[in-house]
């Protein structure tokens, strides 16, 4: 069973970096079967895709956050990482980590998911 | 960057009738793409890849269509447990943009 938990702090002051990090257990972020990535949900609004990590380090990212955002693995504790330089209220949201599949060349869409963690920008 | 646009944004619909949602992506995306459930307060569930492939587990009250540009997604018989937004999201490549959901409810 494969399971995704998201740790870090709850509150960012403005301007500060927001560190956030998912252990994955019943996986390894080293097959190269699989993406890791990052998606957040302000509060009552819609799902924003941050970007995804791949078993060899290469990144994509959300070209609105691309020049503030990095992510990267640990392979050696079995999580992978989402940094967010700058921060401001509109950076307030659930942020969640996830996991999709590329089967024989096929990609395939997040399926599953952590419980996700609010992360509060404010002074 | 390919936009993804979701019709309507809201719906009101009774127990047992068919619910149609509809996503448009501004360019070709082929069939990837999928979609999400969110229940309130819950993390989003995969429903649909693939345009049309049912995930494990999801019931066989929803399906998916389309390719290309223009997307459906049905449920045939509303339940009260559907009541959820519904999200599409495309992935063909980077960045793997969301529609902006579309919220159902029981009328």
């Known amino acids: 069973q494969l399971l995704l938990q998201e740790s870090g702090p709850g509150l960012a002051k403005p301007s500060e970096t927001l560190s956030l990090t998912c252990a994955v257990s019943?996986?390894?972020?080293?097959?190269?079967?699989?993406?890791w990535g990052w998606i957040r949900q302000p509060p009552g609004k819609g799902l924003e895709w941050i970007g995804t990590?791949?078993?060899?380090?290469?990144?994509s990212y959300n070209p609105s956050l691309k020049s503030r955002v990095t992510i990267s693995l640990d392979t050696s504790k079995n999580q992978f990482s989402l940094r967010l330089r700058s921060v401001t209220a509109a950076d307030t949201a659930v942020y969640y980590c996830?996991?999709?599949?590329?089967?024989?060349?096929?990609?395939?869409?997040?399926?599953?998911w952590g419980q996700g963690t609010l992360v509060t920008v404010s002074s | 960057d390919i936009q993804m646009t979701q019709s309507p944004s809201s719906l009101s619909a009774s127990v047992g009738d068919r619910v149609t949602i509809t996503c448009r992506a501004s360019?070709?995306?082929?069939?990837?793409l999928a979609w999400y459930q969110q229940k309130p307060g819950q993390v989003p569930k995969l429903l649909i890849y693939?345009?049309?492939t049912l995930q494990s587990g999801v019931p066989t009250r929803f399906s998916g269509s389309g390719s290309g540009t223009d997307f459906t997604l049905t449920i045939s018989s509303l339940q009260p447990e559907d009541v959820a937004t519904y999200y599409c999201?495309?992935?063909?490549?980077?960045?793997?943009?969301f529609g902006p959901g579309t919220t159902v409810d029981i009328k």
């Open positions: 996830a996991r999709r599949a590329q089967v024989m060349g096929i990609r395939l869409p997040f399926d599953y």
């Open positions: 019943g996986a390894s972020i080293s097959s190269s079967t699989y993406y």
């Open positions: 990590v791949y078993y060899s380090g290469s990144t």
């Open positions: 360019q070709g995306i082929s069939d990837y």
């Open positions: 693939a345009a049309s």
């Open positions: 999201q495309k992935y063909d490549s980077a960045p793997d943009t």
